[in-house]
């Protein structure tokens, strides 16, 4: 457990990070094996390299956790990729300043109006689509004044958004699903091949709420329903693979909590290199 | 240019590291498509995070290039896929000191004896390949006495190697070959086809040192003229790729010289990204 031991919080995240963009076949989503046009490997590598200050200054000096994810977006902005991070620095964050699951509670319970207000300017920076329907369009100046009138905190905002996003739904429910990640990768056993076990798993299980942004909910549930039929060995990995690519179905909200799920578990000893 | 005038050196040292080994295809070298059993394009992207912590305090704090190869070689010694990046470290130590190839003269006219006793610490801590014949046995405690008693700087301890060993060379030539290897990213235009380009026209004309350590000069010097006729259109550059890896011949040394390559080149404007 050598390598596991000397690692600190940010390099953990940042391991985290590289682990689950490497690893393949993961079906629709930026792996070793594919790119997207606009979207490739080296621009998410890329982000987990330049994260690095703002994981270093969580983990030394805390920090507010709405100063922080801006902060990382924006360093991790610089390349023509787009956003790739987004929603693993909404968990990341919180885990590298509260270390493990346990003390994300003391930093979600801890999130004022200013970590609101941060958070929306980070927002701002990003193209991540927002739901039409969405009261608090962030790309709409009124609703950071609507988030200062109702004195809304950071946890309130996630409570907010978590019926139409799991990677928000983490602040809500103890990071559940993130638990949930890491307990299968301890499952699985170590490396490249429990990631994609466990990010199979959770695809099998729950409808991503990043293909049902883009594509809407029956889009996702009808994924959810194919990743099972690969694990009952009803449906071809690799052809699932190539059909959800080419139709752009990409599940990026379990690529996140995935992320969350590789840190917490390197915490707890789990091996990356076997 | 934005992603590069904001890189800090340490982050031009990682992302070099990182373009280096993901682009593919690089004939028989771990790439984004390939493996060797033991080596995986993991443990190279392991060593670029760990080592960051080193590339920061030679940046901010200067110090001591053999002490500073000694603990990136420490920091990235944790992962079972062994020695990735020695010879890498070689070189971006002093570029990073020394901010380019004109900073690392004077870092290389600085060492002195402790540098070299610091380096050849590193060296054990690693199972680089030396020549029966070498004299001065990295293995051989005696090695260091020796050393010592010679006055030998760490520059001496690069020239008595330069003639087997490409790396070691650079310090002795100026960087030459890192300095072709810039204008060769330049000319080639951005991104991962230019690396690619940049590494064959190396490959074709320097037969890789590491490659005659590992197999002898004289497979160094045909996988050189099969590099050529690549180039020519007279051999495919997939189909060499396999029969290099099917051998083992990995032409490391000249990987390490693209990754001081492309460090230089993103401080003078080169585009990865495109």
Redesign the interface.
């Known amino acids: 457990m ?2 596991n031991l ?2 600190s919080r940010a ?1 953990r995240a ?2 985290a990070m ?2 689950e963009v ?1 690893a393949y076949p993961k079906p629709g989503n930026v792996d ?1 094996c594919h790119d997207y046009p606009d979207t490739r ?3 998410f ?2 982000s ?3 994260a ?1 200050p703002v994981f270093d200054e969580a983990e030394r000096n805390g920090g507010r956790v709405g100063r922080l994810i801006h902060d990382a977006v924006m360093r991790t902005n ?4 787009g956003n790739t991070h987004f929603g693993a620095f909404i968990l990341l964050v919180p885990l590298v300043l509260g270390g493990d699951i346990k003390g994300t509670r003391r930093v979600i319970a801890g999130t004022d109006v200013q970590d609101a207000v941060d958070f929306y300017a980070a927002f701002a920076l990003t193209s991540v689509r927002v739901l039409k329907s969405d009261e608090l369009d962030v790309n709409d100046p009124a609703s950071v004044a609507a988030i200062r009138e109702r004195g809304m905190t950071l946890a309130d905002v996630m409570a907010y958004s978590a019926p139409r996003d799991m990677v928000a739904r983490e602040w809500t429910n103890g990071f559940a699903l993130t638990r949930r990640c890491a307990d299968l990768l301890h499952a699985h056993g170590c490396g ?1 091949g429990a990631i994609v076990a466990a990010f199979m798993d959770i695809l099998a299980s729950e409808p991503d709420t990043f293909i049902a942004k883009k594509h809407g909910m029956a889009v996702a549930e009808r994924t959810m329903r194919q990743a099972a039929e690969v694990l009952a060995g009803r449906r071809d990995l690799v052809t699932f693979d190539v059909d959800c690519v080419s139709a752009g179905i990409n599940p990026g909200s379990i690529a996140d909590i995935t992320i969350a799920g590789i840190y917490v578990a390197l915490g707890e000893g789990w091996q ?3």
């Open positions: 050598k390598q000397v690692m390099e940042q391991m590289m682990l490497c070793r490997l080296e621009h590598l890329a987990a390299i330049m690095r610089g390349h023509s990729g490249r990356w290199d076997c």
